[in-house]
């Protein structure tokens, strides 16, 4: 294998920076002159976006989902509002800026998709585009997403758990990992043509987690937000959510699932060991290595000045799972 590339864009210092001091700073540079009108308005659509709260932003390419499902886990914290879950985006195969996914997996075509659950399974799945919504009944559930550069959103998903596909693909008794891969596509997704556009990473994207991790019921595979299908940049047509882990672990755009024996390898990992594990269980005891994680910055409806600082939560407040780490040493097992 390639000795792994050197991030262009590994997540830095800016990244965790407040947007409230990154626009009063851009006011600052204004006033004294620095920055010209037309640099302003380039990116005045980008702030009314974000700042006017009363604008509804339905991407036109979502589809209303039916979820009748009793919701099994709600939380009573402010929702982040769509549009920012929307416009805010991790999605390097679409670029490495915030704002570069919705623009850019506009067009990305998910019809037709296949998912294969195969592996170490008795019975190997595949599943076309019209199955992700219709096979399994789907329920709405409401969760904190917690990137690891320090930024937090509260989304209402719309999917079903990941438990429900592995325990149709009947895993055989050998089996202690799931691996996950997303759509490797050049031609569509315009990151994976270019290592410096792309990040440096090495496409295409895969995660994993721990058998008893992918059987939790928190462990969810999204197809929907605010009621409709996932639109390209979070993740279309499905994505994992895991809300304990850091949000990198939740891969989007998923078109194969792997049961095997081995820990498999995973993309924030192979490219800087030391900053990102394979748990990533988020802690806000153990710093990533160029910033604390004790706090975190909560994307809401708040203005130019709203800070919205608030403490992390061991496992995201998701107090539940563990048991799962009884015994681990979490700041060996990051
Ligand atoms: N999945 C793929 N395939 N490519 C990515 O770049 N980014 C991850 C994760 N899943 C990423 C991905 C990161 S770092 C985060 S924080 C979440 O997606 C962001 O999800 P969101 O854009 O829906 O908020």
């Known amino acids: 294998m390639p000795k792994p590339f050197k991030p262009s864009v590994t997540l830095t210092d800016n990244d965790v920076t407040d947007e409230s001091i990154y626009f009063n700073r851009r006011t600052l540079l204004k006033s004294m002159g620095f920055i010209g009108a037309s640099t302003l308005l380039a990116n005045s659509a980008s702030a009314a976006g974000w700042f006017g709260d009363d604008k509804e932003d339905t991407p036109s390419r979502t589809q209303p989902l039916d979820f009748t499902q009793p919701a099994k886990y709600q939380i009573e914290e402010t929702r982040t509002p769509q549009h920012k879950v929307t416009t805010y985006n991790n999605f390097y195969e679409f670029g490495t800026s915030k704002d570069a996914p919705a623009k850019r997996a506009s067009e990305f075509q998910t019809t037709p998709w296949t998912l294969t659950v195969d592996g170490m399974v008795k019975n190997p799945i595949t599943l076309d585009h019209n199955a992700l919504t219709t096979r399994f009944p789907l329920e709405e559930r409401i969760y904190r997403l917690r990137c690891v550069e320090a930024w937090s959103m509260v989304i209402p998903w719309v999917g079903f758990e990941l438990a ?82 850091y949000g990198f672990k939740s891969i989007k755009s998923i078109v194969r699932i792997t049961l095997t024996d081995k820990q498999p390898p995973t993309t924030w990992n192979r490219l800087a060991s030391n900053e990102y594990g394979f748990y990533a269980n988020v802690n806000p005891k153990v710093s990533h290595p160029r910033w604390s994680q004790a706090s975190e910055r909560r994307i809401t409806s708040g203005g130019l000045l709203t800070r919205n600082r608030i403490a992390t939560q061991m496992f995201n407040g998701y107090d539940e799972v563990a048991p799962l780490y009884a015994n681990m040493d979490l700041t060996r097992f990051y």
């Open 164 to 245: 429900s596909l592995i325990k149709q693909a009947d895993p055989l008794m050998s089996a202690k990992y799931v691996a996950f891969e997303t759509l490797y596509d050049p031609k569509q997704m315009p990151g994976q043509r270019n290592r410096f556009t792309g990040g440096g990473i090495d496409y295409p994207y895969v995660e994993g987690l721990r058998l008893d991790e992918a059987m939790h019921p928190l462990t969810l595979l999204s197809v929907g937000l605010y009621g409709k299908t996932l639109p390209p940049q979070n993740g279309a047509p499905i994505r994992l959510v895991v809300p304990w882990k």
